[in-house]
């Protein structure tokens, strides 16, 4: 069965340093992989997603996470945060065995990000 | 292009009421889901379909929840009766074919069953 855990539910850091949002998944075939923000009041926006190919995927808002297979990860990262980036963020896998098409995406149960000026 | 839209966007009803949620798709997408977070928890799958066909109902918590999509376009999500746990956000969002497509989400239905 798929699953995401999102370890943390909340991350604090200062702006201007860099940030990481930790994510690990569980699927049976190769992963899809995508990351999702929520700010107050809003729906939730596409950051980011991997397929295949580089482990390193560039997203919105400068957002970027690393894939990694033998540890079954997907971390966000932002090399310098900044208070506008302060919102709720979900890790999302798709698994890619199942069905021949667009099947369900699984998310974790989200992160919220707080940072302070 | 628009989005996915959601209507109502919050919905206040009484346990034992009837609310029914709707979910306009992006044009053109064939894959419409739907989802629930419930207390700040993680986002519940519900159901999935592909045009007007359930693909995946696997999420639907009980038989007072009922999802339609007459004609592959629009859907509605039927909660009848409505009970006090039913609360929380409703969100629907669409995909095109391909698996490794995106979804796009709509604002949400925030529902409170008192």
């Known amino acids: 069965a798929q699953s995401v855990a999102q370890p943390e539910d909340q991350v604090n850091v200062a702006e201007g340093n860099p940030l990481t949002v930790k994510c690990t998944y569980s699927v049976s075939g190769n992963p899809y992989l995508f990351w999702y923000v929520q700010y107050p009041n809003r729906g939730l926006q596409f950051l980011l997603k991997?397929?295949?190919?580089?482990?390193l995927v560039k997203g919105s808002y400068g957002f970027e996470a690393e894939f990694n297979k033998s540890q079954t990860s997907f971390h966000l990262k932002k090399p310098s945060a900044l208070v506008s980036d302060s919102a709720l963020y979900f890790c999302?896998?798709?698994?890619?065995?199942?069905?021949?098409?667009?099947?369900?995406?699984?998310f974790g149960s989200g992160t919220r990000l707080s940072i302070r000026p | 292009e628009a989005g996915v839209t959601q209507f109502p966007s919050h919905s206040v009803i009484e346990k034992g009421q009837t609310v029914t949620l709707r979910c306009d798709p992006i044009?053109?997408?064939?894959?419409l889901y739907w989802y629930r977070r419930v207390m700040g928890k993680e986002i519940k799958f519900l159901l999935h379909?592909?045009?007007?066909?359930?693909?995946?109902e696997s999420g639907m918590p009980n038989n007072r929840f009922l999802a339609e999509r007459t004609g592959g376009t629009y859907s509605t999500l039927k909660v009848q009766p409505a009970e006090l746990e039913d609360s929380g956000v409703y969100f629907c969002?669409?995909?095109?074919?391909?698996?490794?497509?995106?979804?796009?989400f709509g604002q949400g239905t925030r529902l409170t069953v008192v």
């Open positions: 969002a669409s995909s095109q074919e391909l698996k490794s497509t995106e979804a796009f």
């Open positions: 379909f592909v045009k007007e066909s359930k693909q995946d």
């Open positions: 991997y397929i295949t190919g580089d482990n």
């Open positions: 044009s053109g997408h064939d894959n």
């Open positions: 999302a896998v798709r698994d890619s065995l199942r069905y021949s098409s667009a099947s369900k995406i699984i």
